[in-house]
């Protein structure tokens, strides 16, 4: 799956002059079929919307082979509106914007910084428009801590009698905090969601050998200086390693999430590895127009976004190689991503995966108590700027939301990796200005 946060101007100087058009149907052709967005995210929802209406995609990959996932509720930074009008207002220019009859998830965005009575209404709310408009699909919720979003969706399953269909959570599987593992998985079952996404392997930026990513925005990273510096001390010890932080971080988060998220997955197959082909069989889920629960071939859902061509192709390299070397595992056939001559494809995927399992253990002996930390979300102090929402009148299309202040997004920038030129995965990975999930 790929997220367009990253077509934001808090990321991009002008998100138009990005390749998007382009970028969609090279995904398309390689075999992604879905792709996450938000209102939030600037003009990523009309960017991604133009791109799928050309004739070329009309043409080659009909709308049924795709899923579009957006959200609804986070205006800005520290403005949220949960009521029913501003809801369907949102699904309404949502649907225009990209182009579309029907969404096929829609999640309410970063729910924590909501009252839980909020969001019951908003998704019954998006229940109702399923029902009757039959312009969403399936509905889900999405946010950082790990047990505001179990409580969420063990509420909504007591107070309404149905489970929901997606939770996704963003920084709560990778090598610093497995939470979503540990304490997430267990409830969401039982809770009876059917999906749950992982974004951000790099915590929001953090996992990397340059520290957290400092930008126009500043500093707004939340993690705390301790944090940081246990960070700052594994970084060094990943290089001495001959590896880099990114890489291992990205490595792990996929690999592991794919076979440990099996039981809140979707059916999984390979990439299209042949980039002239345009065919649709090659589907992340077995059926890209819904949520499969039943498939033996499931895998867990990662999420992460590109804005340029050689970042979607690293992206998807990075993919196959993961996957080959879970072959074995999956009862699946190995892939073609060979990066050296001395080596088959297979071995050298399964050379990769010890050896990231090798630096995983090293990276979080060395965290010690930092292991499983969890930073506050929301932050202390925080209010929320629209206390009385805004009636939104059934023939107000045009009004648009304010314009996000700097804040946190839900995916940040920088979620890069690098597995480029001949095996070399200690490329730059700095230097890839991506978002992805897969």
């Not at 969404?103 to 909501?114: P, R, S």
């Not at 925005?217 to 993690?223: N, V």
């Not at 050296?340 to 399992?357: G, Y």
Request: hydrophobic share 35%; charged share 25%.
């Amino acid at each position: 799956m790929l997220t367009w946060v990253s077509l934001d101007s808090q990321y991009n100087k002008d998100p138009h002059a990005l390749p998007t058009t382009t970028l969609v149907q090279r995904a398309l052709t390689l075999g992604i079929r879905a792709f996450d967005t938000s209102p939030y995210y600037g003009p990523a929802e009309e960017l991604l919307g133009r791109a799928l209406d050309t004739d070329y995609v009309r043409a080659s990959f009909p709308r049924d082979s795709y899923l579009l996932i957006t959200k609804v509720g986070r205006l800005a930074a520290s403005t949220f509106d949960y009521s029913p009008p501003w809801i369907r207002h949102s699904i309404r220019r949502s649907l225009r914007r990209l182009h579309t009859r029907y969404l096929d998830v829609v999640y309410c965005h970063d729910v924590e910084f909501v009252l839980p009575v909020e969001v019951l209404e908003a998704v019954r709310e998006l229940r109702r428009i399923r029902d009757t408009d039959h312009t969403i699909k399936y509905i889900g919720i999405s946010g950082y801590p790990v047990n505001v979003l179990c409580d969420l969706a063990e509420m909504i399953l007591r107070e309404t009698g149905e489970p929901l269909d997606a939770v996704m959570s963003y920084a709560n599987f990778t090598l610093q905090n497995t939470k979503l593992l540990s304490e997430g998985v267990p409830r969401l079952v039982d809770a009876g969601v059917d999906v749950v996404p992982n974004a951000s392997l790099l915590g929001m930026g953090l996992l990397r050998k340059d520290g957290v990513p400092v930008g126009g925005m500043g500093d707004w990273h939340p993690a705390p200086n301790g944090l940081r510096e246990a960070i700052d001390i594994v970084a060094e010890w990943t290089e001495l390693q001959g590896e880099k932080l990114e890489v291992a971080a990205i490595r792990f988060g996929l690999e592991t999430w794919m076979r440990e998220g099996k039981a809140i997955g979707s059916s999984g197959v390979h990439l299209n590895p042949n980039p002239s082909s345009s065919g649709d069989t090659n589907h992340l889920s077995s059926s890209s127009s819904s949520l499969e629960k039943s498939s033996k071939d499931k895998l867990g859902v990662s999420v992460m976004g590109v804005s340029q061509l050689e970042e979607l192709d690293e992206t998807l390299r990075i993919y196959r190689s993961v996957l080959d070397g879970l072959a074995d595992d999956l009862d699946q056939e190995t892939g073609t991503i060979t990066p050296s001559d001395a080596l088959t494809d297979h071995e050298w995927s399964l050379r990769r995966r010890q050896a990231i399992r090798g630096l995983a253990k090293g990276i979080r002996g060395l965290l010690g108590e930092w292991v499983d930390f969890a930073w506050e979300s929301p932050g202390k102090g925080f209010v929320n700027e629209r206390t009385t929402p805004r009636l939104i009148e059934d023939e107000d299309l045009d009004v648009e939301e304010p314009e996000p202040a700097p804040g946190v997004l839900l995916t940040p920038k920088s979620e890069a990796a690098a597995d480029i030129g001949g095996g070399e995965e200690n490329a730059d990975v700095e230097d890839l200005d991506m978002e992805c999930v897969l």
